[in-house]
């Protein structure tokens, strides 16, 4: 396993981080907690929960789990969020004070700490001014119930938004962002990346391998069955089987993946994990196993590097289909500026 600094911070993380979506829903108790003592025995110290997830049991999964096994709290990090409705009142929802104090309690009970390290907004509010959800965050790390504050799912300019104003107002900074990123789903270059670099903020990629796409489990025009997310529910969301199917883009990265692996002698699964883990401003990529041989094949990809001719081969397979404005070249072209252009 190796170790980056989470974001601006000191803070040391494994470059992958056990996520626990799965736990308590996918993932029976039993087997959630022999994927953390796994992923421990592997070197990770970086666990990523949600309130939300199975409503609430996936942090207890993770609390029982940390009870059982006494000194190890220390060596970890824990991230959490909140957002997320967990009741039926119109204040049971939000990134506002009132919604986010009650998360943040019922998710240290649920953890049976007394200190978050990671507390992530999990999706924007559009309805709660963000300078209340960063007071929130500040005076949860005053505190002591946070150590740093992180946010999922902002777009680049809410995202640049929350950075700037916590600057200015010497607020705690926003030091993560966790959105989707993979090969199949690289749109957060387009702006959020380049927000991360210019600010200093760690991405922690969700859905490293595309709902399981990547790993190259599912074939071209035949409907997955069987017990797989998408064999159980072909209409799963993002992931859903019919519209990535239809794009020819999905086969021919699937197919680049897929030839990068057989000349390394990797799984799919690894290269794909590789791939997302060598992009700029990645402080840890979160993985999200439904068993033990899932996460063992995953964890192998910690010390994959894959070669500059690797690299280029599978962005240039997976390079987005853009407009000509504002992303695609004569956009770019616009803002860009050469101080000693060549003769």
């Known amino acids: 396993m190796e170790y980056r600094t989470l974001g601006s911070t000191g803070t040391v993380v494994s470059s992958q981080c056990l996520g626990t979506m799965t736990f308590g829903k996918e993932s029976s108790e039993e087997v959630s907690h022999a994927q953390l003592d796994r992923f421990v025995e592997r070197g990770g110290n970086f666990i990523d929960t949600a309130n939300v997830y199975s409503g609430g049991l996936s942090e207890e999964i993770v609390g029982r789990w940390l009870a059982a096994r006494r000194g190890l709290r220390d060596q970890l990090v824990i991230a959490t969020k909140g ?8 204040n049971d ?14 998710s240290l009970r649920r953890l049976g700490v007394e200190t978050v ?10 309805l709660t001014p963000i300078e209340e959800t960063l007071g929130f965050f500040d005076d949860a790390v005053r505190a002591g119930k946070i ?9 680049g300019w809410q995202l640049q938004k929350a950075a700037l104003l916590a600057q200015f107002r010497g607020l705690a ?26 600010e200093n903020i760690g991405i922690l990629p969700w859905s490293p391998l595309a709902g399981g796409w990547l790993t190259g489990k599912y074939t071209r025009d035949h409907a997955p069955t ?5 064999g159980e529910d072909p209409q799963r969301g993002m992931e859903a089987y019919a519209p990535r199917n239809a794009q020819e883009r999905t086969w021919q990265v699937i197919d680049t993946v897929r030839q990068v692996a057989e ?16 992009r700029p401003a990645i402080t840890s990529v979160i993985l999200g196993a439904r068993t033990l041989e899932q996460l063992d094949d995953n964890l192998g990809a910690a010390e994959l590097h894959l070669s500059e001719k ?12 853009v407009s000509d404005y504002p992303y695609g070249t004569p956009g770019i072209q616009q803002r860009s500026r050469v101080l000693n252009p060549p003769n």
């Open 83 to 90: 957002r997320f409705p967990m009741g039926g009142g119109p």
């Open 93 to 106: 929802a939000g990134l506002t004070r009132t919604n986010l104090s009650r998360a943040l309690e019922a």
């Open 117 to 126: 390290d990671l507390y992530q907004a999990h999706a924007w509010d559009p």
């Open 147 to 155: 150590r740093y504050a992180g946010v999922s799912n902002f777009l």
């Open 173 to 198: 900074p926003i030091v993560t962002l966790q959105p989707q990123y993979n090969l199949l789903v690289r749109d957060i270059e387009f702006e959020l990346v380049d927000v991360c670099r210019n």
């Open 226 to 230: 069987g017990a797989t997310r998408l």
């Open 263 to 278: 000349v390394r002698g990797v799984s799919m699964s690894q290269v794909a994990l590789a791939w997302v883990a060598g």
């Open 310 to 321: 690797e690299t280029d081969l599978l962005t240039e397979a997976s390079s987005p289909i």
